[in-house]
Nanobody, 123 residues
Framework: QLQLVESGGGLVQPGGSLRLSCAGS????????IGWFRQAPGKGREGVAC????????HYGDSVKGRFTISRSNAKNTVYLQMNSLKPEDTAKYYC????????????????WGQGTQVTVSS
């Protein structure tokens, strides 16, 4: 059974950093594009970053470019999202998702989703 489990969320002050993890079980993450998405209360789901299968190409949403970095550890079957210079507007529930055939930030193109982890940026 294919599962994605996010961890690493929490409360952080503006300007701080967090690293989110997305662990896969029942499948090999390297066979899929893995995306990170976020959803704030009352807003739609926004694409944050994705990493392609095999060659690990990356793509970022405009609001996080230069601040967030997505990476993958094949040994740990885990994808990470390093978030630096966090802002209050980064507050949201963060989800990772997997797609076997799509590379990009459209959430509707992803087939498998985790349950999410909450990130709150506040002083």
């Amino acid at each position: 059974q294919l599962q994605l489990v996010e961890s690493g969320g929490g409360l952080v002050q503006p300007g701080g950093s967090l690293r989110l993890s997305c662990a896969g079980s029942g499948f090999t993450l390297d066979d899929y594009t893995i995306g990170w998405f976020r959803q704030a209360p009352g807003k739609g789901r926004e694409g944050v970053a994705c990493i392609s299968k095999k060659d690990a190409s990356t793509h970022y949403g405009d609001s996080v470019k230069g601040r967030f970095t997505i990476s993958r550890s094949n040994a740990k079957n885990t994808v990470y999202l390093q978030m630096n210079s966090l802002k209050p507007e980064d507050t949201a529930k963060y989800y990772c998702a997997a797609s076997a055939s799509y590379y990009g930030l459209q959430p509707g193109r992803y087939n498998y989703w985790g349950q999410g982890t909450q990130v709150t940026v506040s002083s």
